[in-house]
């Protein structure tokens, strides 16, 4: 069992929550994830690492509730345990000196740029930042990010907040000022195709983050294949992040929602038990 | 053996043969011959005193019967249901000459079941007078191999750390094996008499992630058992495998006994498949898919195999079972691309025949195709079988370990390996084999270190 001893909401759908879970945190690095079970009945299913502190031997993560899992989990309260968590899995993202590098997060994606732009800032790289939701009630880290970068830009699709369009419109202006060394994606699979698209044109090298369906975690099941280069790749063993020029993006799409109607039948199975109270678990 | 009727049984996941009650068993045993000389012994991996076992049985002591099948299988249970006997102790069976073999099997399943059935609190499993040794050893993956290795280790009076990757024990006996063919309650029976032994099983714990073998010789662990099994799914690098409804067989049967998605949406975990189910494959694995896809719903399930039956690599009752239940067969017959729509979803694959041609490099004939004989079958879903590979999220961790040409363990007959503390044993050494092939292994291994660390 691996208990909460923190809980923040970041925005109406996204949870900031610190885990227990001493051995995780002495092995974790950025760019590294876990995969939860919530209670007896439920997914397996990976999150990114948002942060780890050895010394308390704590992990961190960010969560959207949107499926059957993640609503469970982030109706959990400080006190409350997670019957699972398996970890670190994923390569760690190489950390090194190699210059200017931009960081560009989506939505949620936001949270998983936060550990490698500290880690990347305290390399000793230039790191500007831009970070993208749909309308303002949703920015989530914006001051983390903000204490570990040079420049932070923050978009909104609706102008609500920050520079009104899409990360990759500032992107683009940045590139036409002056070189960079690396992009680092984060966020929607259509986000990332896009930002790939952009920097492609530039020869700029650029590092997506997939965040597959999955099981184990491990390479075992294969369900979390991609096409990369033509060939088969498993994002939890040889990723999660890949070179974002190499990435089939549409075939990720495809197979992000491979699930999709009994992704929406177990919605509504769970929902329905929350409200006529049938709480099979503290999750409604 | 009394069975579920098939027309009852592709309806639910419970087990399919009955078992032997006590009446039944006694009349099997009272036929054993009780040889001077038994050759089935013989035939036994795990070197089970078979007559001294069914004796027992035929004077109705049950509890003894187990007794003696534990004092060198610690998975009987499990062995019971899914050894191939026919190809090892029943085989060698005196009576098989002269009509039919004793079933071994089904009584090494009857005294264990007895036992699980009327146990008590076995605290007496655990000796008073054991030795107690200080040495911590660590065995890594708690499939067959491991949960054998630890177990005769523990006797010994070792300090066993068995860690295990995923949330539940058993490895391929909980994620793979269908709850039809071994009821998971069994499992954790077994295992629970293993940890009853004194052995600590720590789950979520992916050594090479986690932690390295190095950082675990630093918090003092003496030996290494590795018996992290063949966990690396083999696709078949033909167009269309990752359309949806494409899976690995390892994802497929995780979903359905580990994850327990036939009980979707009960339990969280989903899985579809469909109307009609392609499994490519025809080892036992291919009949678990075939079995659990008709058992889900699928209307049509086909086995498509490269080979003919004399060559299929299932025990012969898996696939008597599978053909009972309605699963077509297509043989010879080859997958060479599979056709999605523009959702990604799979609709057809697209399949060649094969005739048999010159023995190959594995003594079978080899499969040559038939030119201009490619046809169409319209799928739902497709189940890629065709056996898996060694998995090295945890051998790239280790500096200098000596590893075959297909990335398996290199590791002697007594599981030792190039370096001196780290000894392996089951799939990672021998790609995929049996139960009791691992199992087997990971006694031979027990002995071996316990040799090492005296």
Same mark, same amino acid.
């Given at each position: 069992?691996?208990?909460?001893?923190?809980?923040?909401?970041?925005?109406?759908?996204?949870?900031?929550?610190?885990?227990?879970?001493?051995? @995780?945190? @002495?092995?974790?690095?950025?760019?590294?994830?876990?995969?939860?079970?919530?209670?007896?009945?439920?997914?397996?299913?990976?999150?990114?690492?948002?942060?780890?502190?050895?010394?308390?031997?704590?992990?961190?993560?960010?969560?959207?509730?949107?499926?059957?899992?993640?609503?469970?989990?982030?109706? @959990?309260?400080?006190?409350?345990?997670?019957?699972?968590?398996?970890?670190?899995?994923?390569?760690?993202?190489?950390?090194?000196?190699?210059?200017?590098?931009?960081?560009?997060?989506?939505?949620?994606?936001?949270?998983?740029?936060?550990?490698?732009?500290?880690?990347?800032?305290?390399?000793?790289?230039?790191?500007?930042?831009?970070?993208?939701?749909?309308?303002?009630?949703?920015?989530?880290?914006?001051?983390?990010?903000?204490?570990?970068?040079?420049?932070?830009?923050?978009?909104?699709?609706?102008?609500?907040?920050?520079?009104?369009?899409?990360?990759?419109?500032?992107?683009?202006?940045?590139?036409?000022?002056?070189?960079?060394?690396?992009?680092?994606?984060?966020?929607?699979?259509?986000?990332?195709?896009?930002?790939?698209?952009?920097?492609?044109?530039?020869?700029?090298?650029?590092?997506?983050?997939?965040?597959?369906?999955?099981?184990?975690?491990?390479?075992?099941?294969?369900?979390?294949?991609?096409?990369?280069?033509?060939?088969?790749?498993?994002?939890?063993?040889?990723?999660?992040?890949?070179?974002? %020029?190499?990435?089939?993006?549409?075939?990720? @799409?495809?197979?992000?929602?491979?699930?999709?109607?009994?992704?929406?039948?177990?919605?509504? %199975?769970?929902? %329905?038990?929350?409200?006529?109270?049938?709480?099979?678990?503290?999750?409604? | 053996?009394?069975?579920?009727?098939? $027309?009852?049984?592709?309806?639910?996941?419970?087990?399919?043969?009955?078992?032997?009650?006590?009446?039944?068993?006694?009349?099997?045993?009272?036929?054993?011959?009780?040889?001077?000389?038994?050759?089935?012994?013989?035939?036994?991996? &795990?070197?089970?005193?078979?007559?001294?076992?069914?004796?027992?049985?035929?004077?109705?002591?049950?509890?003894? +019967?187990?007794?003696?099948?534990?004092?060198?299988?610690?998975?009987?249970?499990?062995?019971?249901? /899914?050894?191939?006997?026919?190809?090892?102790?029943?085989?060698?069976?005196?009576?098989?000459?002269?009509?039919? +073999?004793?079933?071994?099997? #089904?009584?090494?399943?009857?005294?264990?079941?007895?036992?699980?059935?009327?146990?008590?609190?076995?605290?007496?499993?655990?000796?008073?007078?054991?030795? /107690?040794?200080?040495? $911590?050893?660590? /065995?890594?993956?708690?499939?067959?191999?491991?949960?054998?290795?630890?177990?005769?280790?523990?006797?010994?009076? *070792?300090? /066993?750390?068995?860690?295990?990757?995923?949330?539940?024990?058993?490895?391929?006996?909980?994620?793979?094996?269908?709850?039809?063919?071994?009821?998971?309650?069994?499992?954790?029976?077994?295992?629970?008499?293993?940890?009853?032994?004194?052995?600590?099983?720590?789950?979520?714990?992916?050594?090479?992630?986690?932690?390295?073998?190095?950082?675990?010789?630093?918090?003092? *662990?003496? &030996?290494?058992?590795?018996?992290?099994?063949?966990?690396?799914?083999?696709?078949?690098?033909?167009?269309?495998?990752?359309?949806?409804?494409?899976?690995?067989?390892?994802?497929?049967?995780?979903?359905?006994?580990?994850?327990?998605?036939?009980?979707?949406?009960?339990?969280?975990?989903?899985?579809?498949?469909?109307?009609?189910?392609?499994?490519?494959?025809?080892?036992?694995?291919?009949?678990?898919? &075939?079995?659990?896809?008709?058992?889900?719903?699928?209307?049509?399930?086909?086995?498509?195999?490269?080979?003919?039956?004399?060559?299929?690599?299932?025990?012969?009752?898996?696939?008597?079972?599978?053909?009972?239940?309605?699963?077509?067969?297509?043989?010879?017959?080859?997958?060479?691309?599979?056709?999605?729509?523009?959702?990604?979803?799979?609709?057809?694959?697209?399949?060649?025949? #094969?005739?048999?041609?010159?023995?190959?490099?594995?003594?079978?004939?080899?499969?040559?195709?038939?030119?201009?004989?490619?046809?169409?079958?319209?799928?739902?879903?497709?189940?890629?079988?065709?056996?898996?590979?060694?998995?090295?999220?945890?051998?790239?961790?280790?500096?200098?370990?000596?590893?075959?040409?297909?990335? #398996?363990?290199?590791?002697?007959?007594?599981?030792?390996?190039?370096?001196?503390?780290?000894? &392996?044993?089951?799939?990672?050494?021998?790609?995929?084999?049996?139960?009791?092939?691992?199992?087997?292994?990971?006694?031979?291994?027990?002995?071996?270190?316990?040799?090492?660390?005296?």
């Amino acid at each position: 069992m691996y208990k909460i001893i923190k809980k923040k909401q970041l925005n109406s759908q996204v949870f900031l929550i610190e885990f227990e879970a001493e051995d @995780l945190a @002495l092995a974790a690095n950025p760019g590294q994830f876990v995969i939860l079970r919530v209670d007896e009945f439920a997914e397996r299913f990976p999150l990114t690492l948002y942060d780890f502190n050895p010394k308390t031997g704590t992990i961190t993560v960010v969560c959207q509730a949107i499926g059957v899992s993640t609503k469970k989990l982030c109706a @959990l309260s400080e006190g409350d345990s997670v019957v699972d968590i398996a970890g670190p899995l994923g390569r760690a993202e190489p950390v090194c000196d190699i210059g200017k590098v931009i960081f560009i997060g989506g939505g949620v994606g936001t949270a998983e740029v936060y550990p490698i732009a500290k880690a990347m800032k305290r390399a000793g790289n230039d790191v500007t930042v831009i970070i993208g939701f749909r309308t303002k009630d949703l920015v989530i880290c914006e001051q983390e990010i903000n204490s570990v970068c040079d420049n932070l830009y923050v978009s909104t699709d609706d102008g609500s907040y920050g520079r009104r369009g899409f990360v990759t419109d500032i992107l683009s202006e940045l590139l036409e000022t002056e070189p960079y060394d690396l992009v680092y994606a984060i966020g929607p699979i259509i986000m990332m195709k896009m930002v790939s698209a952009v920097t492609k044109l530039k020869a700029l090298k650029t590092i997506v983050s997939l965040n597959s369906i999955m099981i184990d975690g491990t390479g075992m099941c294969g369900g979390c294949r991609i096409k990369y280069n033509g060939q088969a790749k498993f994002t939890c063993v040889d990723g999660p992040s890949f070179d974002g %020029h190499l990435v089939d993006y549409d075939d990720v @799409l495809l197979r992000q929602g491979r699930f999709k109607d009994k992704e929406d039948e177990g919605n509504k %199975h769970y929902e %329905h038990n929350c409200r006529i109270g049938l709480k099979k678990d503290k999750g409604c | 053996m009394r069975e579920q009727d098939p $027309k009852d049984r592709i309806n639910n996941f419970n087990e399919v043969p009955y078992g032997y009650d006590e009446d039944e068993a006694v009349t099997e045993a009272l036929r054993c011959l009780q040889c001077k000389n038994p050759p089935c012994v013989k035939g036994c991996p &795990a070197e089970i005193d078979i007559p001294r076992f069914i004796k027992a049985i035929r004077e109705r002591r049950f509890s003894q +019967a187990n007794e003696i099948i534990r004092e060198t299988n610690n998975l009987p249970a499990v062995c019971g249901r /899914v050894c191939p006997q026919e190809d090892q102790c029943e085989r060698l069976c005196v009576l098989k000459n002269k009509g039919k +073999a004793i079933n071994i099997g #089904n009584l090494e399943r009857f005294a264990a079941d007895w036992e699980l059935k009327n146990s008590f609190s076995r605290e007496d499993l655990v000796q008073s007078n054991k030795i /107690v040794r200080n040495e $911590k050893i660590a /065995v890594i993956g708690s499939g067959p191999a491991g949960l054998t290795c630890a177990a005769d280790l523990a006797k010994k009076g *070792y300090q /066993v750390t068995l860690f295990e990757a995923l949330h539940k024990p058993g490895g391929v006996l909980t994620y793979g094996i269908p709850e039809f063919r071994l009821p998971k309650d069994i499992v954790m029976e077994e295992v629970k008499k293993i940890t009853s032994l004194g052995v600590d099983i720590k789950y979520n714990y992916v050594i090479g992630k986690i932690k390295t073998i190095e950082k675990l010789r630093d918090q003092g *662990y003496r &030996a290494f058992f590795i018996a992290t099994g063949a966990g690396l799914p083999y696709f078949m690098g033909i167009p269309g495998e990752n359309f949806n409804g494409v899976y690995s067989a390892n994802e497929f049967l995780t979903r359905v006994n580990l994850m327990k998605a036939y009980k979707f949406p009960e339990y969280d975990t989903p899985i579809t498949v469909g109307e009609n189910v392609a499994v490519v494959g025809a080892g036992n694995v291919a009949m678990d898919s &075939a079995r659990c896809a008709l058992r889900l719903g699928a209307q049509k399930v086909s086995i498509i195999y490269r080979r003919t039956e004399n060559e299929m690599p299932a025990r012969k009752d898996e696939i008597d079972h599978a053909r009972e239940e309605g699963v077509e067969f297509h043989l010879l017959t080859n997958p060479v691309e599979i056709i999605g729509d523009n959702q990604g979803q799979v609709k057809k694959i697209v399949c060649i025949k #094969n005739k048999l041609g010159k023995l190959d490099s594995s003594g079978r004939p080899r499969p040559v195709a038939i030119e201009d004989s490619q046809f169409e079958m319209a799928v739902d879903t497709v189940i890629i079988a065709v056996g898996n590979g060694s998995n090295p999220l945890l051998l790239d961790t280790i500096n200098g370990l000596n590893l075959t040409s297909k990335k #398996n363990i290199y590791a002697d007959d007594s599981g030792r390996t190039n370096i001196e503390d780290i000894f &392996a044993g089951g799939d990672i050494v021998t790609g995929s084999a049996t139960v009791i092939a691992a199992m087997g292994a990971g006694k031979r291994a027990a002995k071996a270190i316990d040799k090492f660390l005296k």
